[in-house]
């Protein structure tokens, strides 16, 4: 690489290969990565897995229950405050002991009862 010396930390390139299917309909796509890992496919293969294991959870929980994707709001801070909330949100439902309802059980069940959602920020709840 030419101008090397800009990217602090450079210790490897990689590239990876993603074959999906859907409905029978096979799609691949190649992803070039800059990494301040070293060489070594092992360990490279690792990271990669464990950022897609963050996005296929973490993300993807976002979006589905909490509707990420479906956001408007673009002024000023407004998106990053509003990400706040809904990461804070989905905390207070998985640190929640008390019932059994799946997250998008629960984010209505936060929605239709005041009381509930208070319990939770609040700490109320019963273990």
């Known amino acids: 690489m030419a101008e090397q010396d800009k990217w ?3 210790q490897s390139i990689g590239v990876t ?3 999906r299917e859907i409905k029978g309909k ?3 796509q190649r992803r070039y990565h800059i990494c301040s890992i070293g060489a070594g496919a092992k360990k490279y293969a690792e990271a990669v897995r464990g950022h897609w ?3 296929n959870s973490l993300h993807w929980v976002l979006d589905v229950v909490m509707s990420e994707d479906k956001a408007r709001n673009r002024k000023d801070n407004s998106a990053q405050n509003m990400a706040i909330i809904r ?3 989905l ?3 998985k ?3 008390s019932i059994n309802l799946s997250l998008k059980q629960m984010k209505k069940k936060m929605e239709w009862d005041h009381d509930y959602a208070m319990a939770l920020v609040f700490g109320n709840m019963k273990p």
């Open 87 to 89: 990461h804070l949100a």
């Open 17 to 19: 290969l993603s074959t």
């Open 53 to 55: 294991a963050i996005e």
């Open 26 to 28: 096979k799609t691949e």
């Open 95 to 97: 640190n929640d002991p």
């Open 91 to 93: 905390n207070l439902m």
């Open 8 to 10: 602090e930390g450079l």
